[in-house]
Nanobody
């Protein structure tokens, strides 16, 4: 059983940066691809970005490409989401997930493929 704990989000002005982290415990971290999703109340969970088990391959949602970066430190059992040039539409609850994928390119963007989830953390971007 893998437990995931996201760092605290926060309230930031538009244009600022924020880094989220997600600490994993209870499993072999370097087996897992890690993903970040976000959700606004009443809407489906949206894919933000993901990184494969080795940390060598990443994938991003169209709305965050060029602004957000996912990285993975297997020695620290931690995945990061660096968010730059934040916009009000980035406001959401952000979740990290972990999964063992046989086809990262296809599975990374699908929330149903992830086996474990963190509790979520609120990020609010003011205009």
């Amino acid at each position: 059983q893998v437990q995931l704990v996201e760092s605290e989000g926060g309230l930031v002005p538009a244009g600022d940066s924020l880094r989220l982290s997600c600490l994993a415990s209870g499993g072999t971290f370097n087996r897992y691809a890690m993903g970040w999703f976000r959700q606004v109340s009443g809407k489906e969970r949206e894919f933000v970005g993901a990184i494969d088990y080795s940390g060598s391959t990443t994938k991003y949602g169209d709305s965050v490409k060029g602004r957000f970066t996912v990285s993975k430190d297997n020695a620290k059992n931690t995945v990061y989401l660096q968010m730059n040039s934040l916009k009000p539409e980035d406001t959401a609850v952000y979740y990290c997930g972990a999964g063992v994928f046989y086809d990262f390119a296809t599975q990374a963007m699908g929330a149903l493929w992830y086996d474990y989830w963190g509790q979520g953390t609120q990020v609010t971007v003011s205009s």
